[in-house]
């Protein structure tokens, strides 16, 4: 039972460069998230989404697109990396009943 | 969702009980309360929730007030292995519902 599972788990980019964060999940669960973790600093959410085929937005989306084509995977975009998106990137999957969050172990991106 | 206000920071002695206070005096009648922490830099991992009584498993309990306004996690012996940041969240869990993290508290036990 992998759970939630993120690639890559490390990531360096120059600015400008494009890429895309996968997000599988295992449970069946209908909701997935996007946070991103600067240093010292709490999780903020950047976008997710509550079923298959709709996502929303979250605190800080500006520069990030997403996709939710399949309920078990979300992926996250950045169209052009720019050195603020240096980030731990944390992918998250809940179920619609109330239950606990399960979180990846995070990718770790620097742009440079 | 209403929103939480938690101490920056706490210390505990290991093997002493750790109380983690969460205030929530705007939370509604359908949000429940959850607890997850982040040690160091790994992704949150889930410790409790409740709505309107105490809960209890086999990592923490979640003690809330009748009003439910606020709310304590209690680690009932803390080890070295406790010390991290706790959050505590308000949700309603539902559709369109997102799952918003505060700052924290950073919980230190030492020896």
């Known amino acids: 039972n992998a759970g939630v599972t993120q690639t890559p788990k490390f990531r360096v980019l120059k600015t400008g460069q494009s890429m895309t964060l996968l997000c599988a999940q295992d449970m069946n669960h209908e909701y997935m998230y996007w946070y991103r973790q600067d240093p010292g600093m709490g999780l903020r959410l950047i976008h997710y989404s509550v079923g298959e085929g709709t996502t929303a937005k979250g605190e800080v989306p500006d520069g990030y697109n997403v996709s939710r084509l399949k309920k078990q995977n979300f992926l996250l975009g950045l169209e052009s990396a720019a050195p603020s998106q240096t980030s731990v990137y944390f992918c998250?999957?809940?179920?619609?009943?109330?239950?606990?969050?399960?979180f990846g172990q995070g990718t770790r991106l620097t742009v440079v | 969702d209403a929103k939480t206000t938690q101490p920056t920071s706490m210390d505990c002695a290991e093997g002493r009980a750790a109380n983690l206070p969460c205030n929530h005096s705007?939370?509604?009648?359908?949000?429940?309360v959850y607890w997850y922490r982040q040690i160091h830099s790994q992704g949150p991992q889930y410790i409790i929730h409740?709505?309107?009584n105490n809960e209890t498993n086999e990592m923490a309990s979640l003690i809330i007030t009748e009003d439910r306004k606020s709310s304590t996690l209690i680690l009932p012996h803390a080890t070295l292995r406790d010390t991290a940041v706790y959050y505590c969240?308000?949700?309603?869990?539902?559709?369109?519902?997102?799952?918003?993290f505060g700052k924290g508290t950073t919980l230190s036990v030492s020896s």
């Open positions: 705007t939370i509604s009648g359908n949000e429940y």
């Open positions: 409740g709505l309107k």
């Open positions: 998250a999957s809940l179920t619609a009943r109330a239950g606990a969050a399960f």
């Open positions: 969240i308000v949700s309603r869990n539902q559709a369109g519902t997102a799952l918003i």
